[in-house]
């Protein structure tokens, strides 16, 4: 999207001030209060086993049933400078240490590292805990001018261990002296996703966004278009909380996914970009809920994984949207997402990379329109629009008794994507299982959720609209007002999500499921091998 406004868009509300409840009768998880239990603060310590669990027993099974951490949440945020950091790698494997940088007026402070998963319904566990670290003020961010990317370029604090950390999205909280708290996300990433379904974080989105030291790939000190970021670099905190991308956008569905018990893998976009292999044999592969920047070489092996087989998930909207770059800092470490925009013929790479620009993926040269993928075309921005059911006997509806135009208010929004027949169109049938009427900026259209199925046998849902993740938490105080959507949204994407994550994580879903029934004649008047010729 051409602004950062749906953070705007979201009702206002802290991470901190809600917790999961636990599983309702129909299958479902929703949110209250949780009592809060003590944690070890003994210096530099991790949790152990819990009694009772031998460590032969399978990590998986034993992480599965481990108590929960509901203390996880941010009480404090505090002045921007009270504390806030950053680690040297966006995710590392098991094991795996990474180097923390961080800035304080406090004079000490510890840290905290949460893993986020169901843990019967807390939301998150306590891993591991350092000792007092002493505090220092580190000095302001250097601003590369041609470029115009902020590096903080801090001196390491401290060097985070990893050993016996399960694989998963992990939070670590800073806590200073002070009672301030800011977070830094991490992921501890999987070496194979053969056999499971694999979580793909979107850090390159999360960083197009930051704002921290006045610049974005959106918007420069002075507020405006012009003077914007061209690159972004991981060597920076994230604004606001330190990690609002991730707790908007990713955190229910994790949650959500850890409940159903499914084998699941962890990676990031950056990390399928540079190592591919992850994706071999896995089952689906799920991008949450705001994924829109990627580079060609990810698209490219997420397609491939597809037309091996592979099931998609995409749980947001503008998906696939902006094509990136990836470059080494000074340091050698790829820690540096490139995009131009609008002015992508400004790119000195560009010079001996004529067809590689860092511009939207559906703009010459090189057009390449994200439907191609996803089976939908981001068309909008801002909407608020309930969501219309189209088929209603479709299986991603089964157990939610909806019918054939029920609706759910505000659930499509802030940004929606649709079918649009004139567009690329993915090979295989095309099934539209929501048709939402909305009007963007005054322009009457439609938000569609689509299923299309290849000849691989692997299946692909879209969900349409940016909110899905966000409606797993409707009806409830946590994450803020969601929007308006309340219980009912919440069970009912709850239950669709459900049944997508469990129908995919059996195989080909082609294979096991009925059959997509093209239906865009019908809908939009003509049908997408038309649309092909």
């Known amino acids: ?89 966006v995710s590392v494997l098991p094991g795996e240490a990474f180097g923390l940088y961080v800035s304080t007026t406090a004079p000490g402070f510890r840290v ?40 903080a370029d801090w001196e390491r604090t401290t060097a985070v261990p990893t050993g016996g950390w399960p694989e998963g999205a992990y939070l670590l909280r800073l806590d200073a002296e002070s009672g301030h708290q800011r977070y830094v996300p991490v992921i501890v990433r999987s070496a194979s ?23 974005s790939l959106y918007e420069g000190k002075d507020g ?90 995409f749980l947001g909207a ?15 470490s790829v820690r540096t997402v490139v995009c131009y925009k609008s002015d992508y013929k400004d790119d000195p790479y560009l010079v001996n990379h004529p067809t590689m620009p860092t511009n939207d993926f559906r703009s010459p040269p090189a057009a390449q329109p994200e439907s191609s993928l996803t089976g939908v075309l981001y068309e909008g921005y801002p909407t608020d629009a309930p969501y219309v059911v189209h088929g209603a006997d479709h299986w991603i509806f089964a157990g939610t008794g909806v019918k054939r135009r029920d609706s759910f208010d505000h659930l499509v929004g802030v940004e929606y994507d649709r079918v649009t027949p004139q567009a690329p169109t993915p090979p295989g049938p095309m099934e539209i299982v929501a048709h939402s009427p909305l009007v963007c900026k005054g322009r009457s259209s439609h938000s569609d959720s689509a299923y299309y199925t290849v000849p691989s046998g692997a299946g692909v849902f879209a969900t349409g609209t940016m909110r899905w993740v966000e409606a797993l938490m409707a009806g409830t105080r946590e994450n803020g007002g969601n929007h308006g959507m309340d219980a009912r949204t919440g069970a009912f994407v709850t239950r669709a999500t459900e049944n997508v994550l469990r129908a995919f994580a059996a195989g080909p879903a082609a294979k096991g499921m009925p059959p997509a029934r093209d239906n865009v004649r019908s809908v939009y008047g003509r049908t997408t091998e038309e649309t092909d010729r």
């Open 1 to 89: 999207m051409d602004d950062d406004m749906e953070g705007r868009d979201r009702a206002a509300g802290g991470f901190d001030r809600r917790r999961f409840l636990g599983v309702t009768a129909g299958g479902a998880f929703s949110l209250a209060a949780y009592g809060v239990t003590g944690c070890d603060p003994s210096t530099g310590v991790r949790p152990g086993a819990e009694p009772g669990r031998t460590e032969s027993e399978p990590s998986a099974a034993r992480e599965g049933r481990r108590t929960g951490s509901p203390d996880w949440r941010i009480r404090s945020v505090g002045p921007p400078d009270a504390i806030e950091g950053y680690a040297d790698k």
């Open 193 to 215: 996703a053969s056999g499971k379904t694999l979580l793909v974080h979107a850090v390159a989105t999360w960083q197009a966004y930051n704002r921290w030291g006045d610049y």
């Open 112 to 151: 905290s590292a949460y893993r986020i998963g169901w843990y019967g319904g807390a939301q998150a566990r306590l891993v591991w805990r350092s000792g007092r670290v002493a505090g220092r003020h580190q000095h302001p961010p250097r601003l590369k001018g041609g470029t115009r990317t902020v590096q």
């Open 224 to 313: 405006g278009y012009g003077s914007r970021s061209l690159a972004v670099s991981f060597d920076r905190p994230y604004d606001k909380n330190g990690a609002e991308k991730f707790l908007v956008y990713e955190r229910a569905a994790v949650v959500l996914a850890e409940r159903l018990g499914i084998p699941l893998a962890y990676t990031t976009g950056v990390d399928i970009h540079r190592a591919p292999s992850v994706l071999r044999g896995a089952t689906a592969v799920v991008s949450l809920g705001h994924d829109e920047y990627w580079t060609p070489e990810q698209r490219r092996y997420v397609t491939r994984a597809r037309d091996a087989g592979t099931n998609l998930v």
């Open 318 to 332: 503008n998906t696939c949207f902006r094509r990136v770059r990836l470059e080494p800092l000074e340091t050698g």
